[in-house]
């Protein structure tokens, strides 16, 4: 077997932030938040640390949990023959999810009476310890984002209880606030904690400075959970990571979790991101950085990221002592021909139904729904996470309008008020492709070209950078230049904010009119460009 000598980062490119990562014998399970997008929580499988496979997701089933998911920070951990998932339903609750296998299916959600009117709890945790006790770790954060956020920690006992139709697990004791922070740099929001025990000591990783450039990871421990918050010993090398520095092309190297392999070797996952002109358009990543142990002047040994690599993330780094396991790899095009979606697809915001997509005869039939591109909640957009810099997209697809207000196309971009768009749509007797620019100030018709009627069209995007041009032909690769934008910075977290990142798909609307109409795409193609 073919065994390499280095890795590249990130692991698992494009929209993954907040990883969690836990081991069971030589297999290894990853999640990421999810946010809006549905289906949720992504589930990763690997046997080297380095190639991933998405396997399920842990979010996957109308009903489920409570409300319209907004997941944000899931933990990953086996205990007991049992895959268990906690995270935040925003703006609300913590809950976990069990499975026996990881690729699903998921248990209906069990929460815990968490909130109360000011102060919400994020990035839950889980920890068994060597009696059977479990532990919840996670911190506070107000409604409105203003105060610090406290780790705190408490015992929990996680057999549900039916309480008014609502399954609850119960905390145990008191809960014990341990810190605001590690102390070191700037603005320290103490979030994503999680506990470890090694050599008889409890290790407490937290994430502080907030999710961008300030980001990094720290440590505290005790011998001891119940010891108050004084009593916990900060780690003198705080922090463990960080990039704040900015002597990196990556930045915002935070919210982490580690594992030990089989061999006795530490390992950090962690979110990061990888900016182009200041700003990055791929959402926080899912990265891997090598620990070592050292040991302190006072004898205490701490988990440091590369400190011969000057406490650093690479985007090249040494292969783990593990054998290269390559998983299946994804095609560039995908022909539908599985009957079934792929797992790359999601739904931006939880569909009521799922009875307006079909795959027929190795095609992707879309309804046109109502919802426009520029609604807040779902629209009829079946989209996969650019993971690339550089990428080309490409689809066929077949669409007669039949009213001025039927429209299907491609459309890319971070959310309804930050994206591009193609459609095909026949405002009067002639079918045309126009393009939309939409931008929190409004939606702007960039480009428009008449294109034969009632017949099925390819339609392509290139995506170099931040420039992203479009181009459209009735025969394959005899495209026509539609037009674009030298500058797509509008999709930029930094300029759209929050905590997700690009996508790109296939879209169809009847701009607020009940439409029968259905239009079918024969392929979709996502290919990265340079592989960067
Ligand atoms: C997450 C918090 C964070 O809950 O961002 O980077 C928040 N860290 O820990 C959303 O991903």
């Given at each position: 077997m073919a065994q390499f000598e280095t890795y590249t980062n990130p692991i698992i490119p494009g929209f993954y932030p907040d990883p969690s990562v836990c081991r069971v014998g030589d297999d290894y399970y990853l999640v990421n938040s999810s946010f809006e997008w549905w289906p949720g929580i992504p589930v990763w499988h690997s046997r080297d640390l380095v190639n991933w496979n998405h396997i399920g997701h842990a979010i996957h089933r109308k009903g489920q949990i409570c409300t319209n998911p907004n997941i944000w920070a899931p933990t990953i951990r086996y205990h007991q023959g049992k895959f268990y998932v906690i995270c935040t339903e925003r703006p609300g609750s913590v809950f976990f999810v069990t499975a026996d296998n990881p690729a699903g299916p998921w248990s209906d959600a069990v929460y815990f009476d968490i909130d109360k009117e000011k102060v919400s709890a994020i990035d839950p945790s889980l920890f068994w310890d060597e009696d059977g006790t479990c532990w919840l770790a996670s911190n506070d954060r107000n409604k409105s984002g203003t105060i610090k956020h406290w780790v705190w920690i408490q015992k929990v006992d996680l057999k549900p209880v039916n309480r008014g139709g609502r399954l609850e697990a119960s905390f145990v004791g008191e809960r014990n606030y341990i810190c605001d922070g590690s102390g070191v740099g700037p603005d320290n929001y103490a979030e994503g904690p999680h506990l470890f025990k090694v050599d008889g000591f409890y290790y407490l990783m937290i994430a502080e400075g907030g999710t961008w450039d300030n980001h990094a990871v720290s440590f505290l421990r005790t011998d001891d959970l119940e010891k108050s918050a004084e009593d916990w010993e900060y780690c003198p090398f705080n922090p463990v990571l960080t990039h704040r520095d900015k002597q990196s092309p990556i930045s915002a190297t935070g919210h982490a979790d580690m594992v030990e392999t089989q061999n006795g070797d530490w390992w950090l996952v962690h979110l990061g991101v990888r900016k182009q002109d200041g700003k990055h358009k791929l959402g926080r990543e899912t990265f891997l950085v090598p620990l070592q142990w050292k040991t302190d002047s006072l004898g205490r040994k701490w988990p440091l990221a590369n400190p011969d690599k000057g406490n650093k993330t690479l985007m090249e780094d040494q292969w783990p002592n593990l054998s290269w396991s390559p998983e299946k790899q994804r095609a560039n095009i995908d022909e539908f021909q599985n009957?079934?979606?792929?797992?790359?697809?999601?739904?931006?915001?939880?569909?009521e139904n799922l009875d307006w997509y079909k795959i027929v005869d190795g095609q992707l039939h879309i309804k046109l729904l109502p919802a426009k591109a520029?609604?807040?909640?779902?629209?009829?957009?079946?989209?996969?996470?650019?993971?690339?810099?550089?990428?080309?997209?490409?689809?066929?697809?077949?669409?007669?309008?039949?009213?001025?207000?039927?429209?299907?196309?491609?459309?890319?971009?971070?959310?309804?008020?930050?994206?591009?768009?193609?459609?095909i749509s026949k405002p009067g007797n002639e079918t045309m492709a126009t393009l939309y620019y939409v931008s929190p100030h409004g939606e702007k018709n960039v480009a428009r070209v008449n294109v034969p009627t009632g017949n099925h069209y390819f339609l392509r995007l290139e995506a170099r950078g931040w420039n992203f041009q479009f181009y459209i032909g009735t025969k394959k690769n005899k495209w026509v230049k539609l037009g674009g934008l030298q500058d797509a910075r509008i999709m930029s977290s930094e300029i759209a904010k929050g905590f997700t990142g690009s996508y790109v798909g296939m879209y169809a609307s009847s701009n607020g009119n009940t439409s029968d109409n259905w239009c079918r795409f024969e392929y979709f193609m996502y290919e990265p460009y340079h592989n960067n």
């Open positions: 009957g079934t979606l792929g797992l790359q697809y999601n739904f931006y915001n939880e569909p520029t609604d807040k909640g779902h629209c009829a957009f079946i989209a996969r996470r650019q993971q690339h810099h550089n990428f080309n997209v490409e689809t066929e697809i077949f669409f007669h309008p039949k009213n001025e207000t039927e429209v299907a196309g491609l459309m890319t971009g971070i959310k309804n008020t930050n994206h591009i768009r193609v459609e």
